[in-house]
């Protein structure tokens, strides 16, 4: 009778033991994240600040659901090419196309051109073309962003409809044909960037509220992809206001714009 006691005894240990590692082994297999993101948005943030807090904790929500890793950086000093292999995705949140290193460009651009390492989703500033704060622009990230330069912006901001155009589009899925965006400054170029990229959301310009003098004409994108690129991209205009992340239309273009420059399925 202790024989038996001490053999159902172990038994019981070897098999509590087994059970243990399984379930360690699986929550290992769980926590292992199916992709890697990087973002870059600048430190402080100056006004754009609030979007960039309200980014993060919507996207830290984003990535736990569904299991994927995001980084922070807040200047293209980490960048060269065995960093960016790391990353499936680069969002660049809130960091304009001036200030960035010589390794930093060609890093990216590599990235971008030869799309071997992942995507990349750009919002707001991304576009801000030109030459500031004593920097020279940058001509591959122009010509990457539609052979555009930025103009004028409206400084007392606009409320205004988007309409979109390529509903088709992994990155308007589920998106209404049009949607109103609250409060935005509706950057304006010096021309359109239509006829060298895949336009996929234009604002009405005759919706603007108040209404403004600042327009391109009627024919004015604020989202669009470059599709002579080899890695998916997309650029977001939108990304002034944090309340952008109450805006369901906004969200659900952030989230496809995620899975699909990643390569991956929403869960």
């Known amino acids: 009778m202790k024989v038996r006691f001490v053999t159902c005894f172990s038994t019981l240990v070897f098999v509590s033991f087994f059970l243990l590692t399984v379930s360690q082994s699986a929550s290992g297999q769980a926590t292992k994240p199916k992709f890697r993101v990087v973002a870059i948005a600048e430190k402080g943030g100056g006004v754009h600040a609030p979007f960039v807090a309200e980014a993060k904790k919507w996207l830290a929500q984003v ?13 293209t000093e980490p960048i060269n090419a065995a960093f960016l292999a790391n990353y499936q995705l680069v969002i660049q949140l809130n960091y304009p196309p001036y200030m960035w290193t010589d390794t930093a460009k060609e890093a990216f651009r590599n990235y971008i051109v ?4 992942g995507g990349w989703v ?12 004593g920097y020279a622009m940058w001509p591959w990230f122009s010509e990457f ?13 606009a409320k205004a ?9 992994p990155c308007m899925k589920d998106v209404p044909t049009a949607f109103e965006v609250e409060k935005e400054e509706w950057y304006t170029y010096d021309k359109s960037p239509r006829p060298n990229v895949k336009v996929l959301a234009t ?13 391109m004409g009627g024919d004015h994108p604020v989202i669009w992809s470059n599709e002579h690129m080899k890695a998916r991209n997309v650029y ?23 899975f699909w420059g990643a390569g991956q399925t929403k869960q």
């Open 145 to 157: 962003m539609g052979g555009i330069r930025y103009k004028n912006y409206i400084a007392t901001f």
């Open 203 to 215: 604002v009405d310009e005759s919706t603007y509220e108040p209404d403004s003098n600042l327009k």
């Open 161 to 169: 409809t988007v309409h979109v155009e390529a509903q088709n589009h």
């Open 122 to 133: 750009g919002f707001h500033h991304a576009s801000l073309l030109g030459e500031f704060d």
């Open 236 to 258: 977001i205009f939108m990304g002034h206001h944090p309340d952008l992340f109450k805006n369901d239309a906004f969200v659900t273009i952030f989230r496809n714009a995620i």
């Open 114 to 117: 030869e799309g071997k390492g």
């Open 63 to 75: 990535a736990s659901e569904n299991n994927f890793a995001i980084d922070y950086i807040e200047n």
